[in-house]
């Protein structure tokens, strides 16, 4: 069973499209985060979400909508979509301990966005 | 604002033979965590290590050590003995303590890109 499970994992699509990503996560943890991972490797936080609620809104363009219909799940929608836009977004998950920067992520596999 | 820097990019190794990643990290905060994740070439990010910085003591699992030098701002990892398993991009992370839920703000350094040759 996968713990945070991202589709798709492929996406290529063109320039002004509009595309969403899905993440679940079956390990009843209370928040879910959003990375980006550039073509340099370097992975930046985008946002994160508690119980449906966002915590974390790293100053990412409003083309990018997360939204959580519970706590499992957390999709990424993206208007617009620009070059500059393709990377690797990863989903994650962490059960809150009190202090929130002990926390251990458990991330998905990654979703790769090409735009052409 | 916290800061992670891993100065080696990429990093080569003949199996067998031992590296060791440096990670030098920035803070203003007393209490933080340090983190290691991998990266293999499937892409997916797997937990490696946490540390707390009250903690010093050196740890080892299996292959794997670190060594977290507070006086330094280091936390550098070895892998003892590398496999070509091994070959995989490493991420050290800091994340700051912070109250309330979901405010983990976990800022990674670029990376270690280490090759294990047969």
């Known amino acids: 069973d996968t713990a945070v499970s991202q589709t798709p994992k492929y996406l290529v699509t063109q320039m002004g499209n509009d595309k969403s990503i899905k993440c679940e996560q079956n390990l009843g943890h209370d928040t879910m985060y959003w990375y980006k991972q550039d073509s340099k490797k370097f992975l930046k936080i985008m946002f994160s979400y508690n119980n449906k609620e966002l915590i974390i809104n790293e100053t990412v363009p409003n083309r990018f909508s997360p939204k959580s219909p519970d706590k499992a799940h957390l999709n990424l929608h993206i208007n617009s979509l620009e070059l500059g836009d393709s990377a690797v977004y990863f989903c994650?998950?962490?059960?809150?301990?009190?202090?929130?920067?002990?926390?251990?992520?458990?991330f998905g596999a990654g979703s790769r966005l090409t735009v052409l | 604002a916290q800061k992670v820097t891993q100065a080696q990019t990429e990093i080569s190794v003949v199996e067998k033979e031992d590296v060791t990643l440096d990670c030098v990290y920035e803070?203003?905060?007393?209490?933080?965590?340090l983190f290691w994740y991998k990266q293999p070439p499937s892409g997916e990010l797997v937990f490696l290590i946490r540390?707390?910085?009250?903690?010093?003591q050196n740890e080892i699992s299996g292959r794997y050590s670190w060594n977290f030098q507070k006086s330094t701002s280091s936390f550098n990892f070895t892998i003892t003995a590398s496999q070509v398993v091994d070959s995989a991009v490493y991420f050290c992370a800091l994340s700051e303590a912070r109250s309330g839920v979901g405010n983990n703000r976990l800022a990674f350094g670029k990376g270690n890109q280490v090759v294990v040759i047969p």
């Open positions: 803070t203003r905060d007393t209490t933080y965590y």
């Open positions: 540390r707390n910085s009250f903690d010093e």
């Open positions: 994650a998950s962490s059960q809150e301990t009190g202090l929130s920067g002990a926390n251990v992520l458990t």
